[in-house]
């Protein structure tokens, strides 16, 4: 996975090329915030990152309680002043605060992708906020997620779709080049992918795949917010559990694995159990002497 960071104001002047020895690949600026058109280290960050041969893109800070219509407009006039719309990560709407937001979101995504031409629009959220205020039921083939969750392994965010392309795993970075803390990122998809505009999954196509990947891993995430996640009916002989094929499996490897242990540790002692004695074998001889004794001290009682 292509690892990369994200910056803002308090990262201040950053040293690009050592940024991009270190191995990071990729970093999103941060453009603007609200319906302001300027943000004071848009342009050094932005351009040094893309002249250091990352590839980048910008984030725009949404705030729901001022215009969708205006924060749409002031995100694109950055992006096309600093010409970072072709050959870039797609612009990102940056969405963490507020609450009942999915039509701010619709609204401003839609005035943006007017403006720009830009059909592919990334959204960036933390995994709760995103599960709780958006999800994905309204969600086109061309919106794509950027996912934060601190603490996760990189690129298990805690919340997976197919549309699930970048996880921001850190806060607390430490990168080459960068004086105090960064975000730090793993794209989940190749950058590759993340770049193109060749979506060409249908929305049916899109809701299949998802309902799939949902079966597989038994994600209660994908369950619109306030309905409760089913499950999958109990079998006969199972139990209630609600697990997903993965937990299946490793459970049954770990079922097996126990009687193997088991079945083992028995064959081990049987090998060590003593045999008993057996009386040893009497000849025909044998037998006939004993009953011949047994007869003539019978006959001597007499």
């Not at 096309?80 to 979101?105: N, Q, R, T, Y």
Request: hydrophobic content about 40%; overall charge negative; some cysteine.
């Amino acid at each position: 996975m292509d690892k990369g960071i994200d910056c803002a104001s308090h990262q201040g002047t950053i040293n690009w090329p050592a940024v991009a020895a270190s191995g990071v690949e990729f970093a999103y600026v941060k453009f603007n915030e609200g319906t302001s058109s300027s943000y004071p280290t848009s342009a050094p960050q932005f351009n040094g990152a893309t002249a250091a041969g990352l590839v980048t893109g910008g984030y725009h800070y949404g705030r729901p309680t001022q215009s969708p219509i205006t924060s749409a407009a002031a995100f694109a006039k950055q992006l096309k002043a600093l010409d970072a719309i072709e050959e870039h990560l797609p612009p990102c709407l940056d969405i963490e605060v507020g609450s009942g937001v999915a039509a701010w979101v619709k609204t401003f995504i839609a005035e943006l992708r007017r403006l720009t031409g830009s059909q592919r629009v990334m959204i960036y959220s933390g995994v709760s906020f995103f599960k709780t205020q958006l999800g994905e039921g309204w969600m086109d083939p061309d919106l794509i997620l950027w996912l934060a969750h601190y603490g996760k392994p990189p690129g298990q965010p805690g919340y997976m779709s197919p549309r699930v392309a970048i996880h921001q795993y850190s806060d607390a970075g430490k990168v080459p080049g960068i004086t105090g803390n960064v975000d730090l990122n793993v794209a989940i998809w190749p950058l590759e992918q993340i770049l193109g505009d060749d979506v060409s999954l249908t929305p049916r196509q899109d809701a299949m795949l998802t309902a799939a990947y949902q079966y597989l891993t038994g994600s209660a995430d994908l369950v619109p917010p306030g309905e409760p996640w089913p499950g999958w009916p109990t079998l006969q002989g199972g139990t209630d559990e609600s697990l997903s094929a993965t937990d299946y499996a490793r459970r049954a490897n770990t079922q097996l694995n126990a009687l193997a242990g088991a079945v083992a540790q028995l064959k081990q002692q049987a090998t060590t159990v003593a045999r008993p004695v057996l009386p040893p074998q009497l000849s025909a001889a044998d037998v006939n002497r004993i009953a011949a004794a047994v007869v003539a001290l019978l006959e001597s009682k007499k």
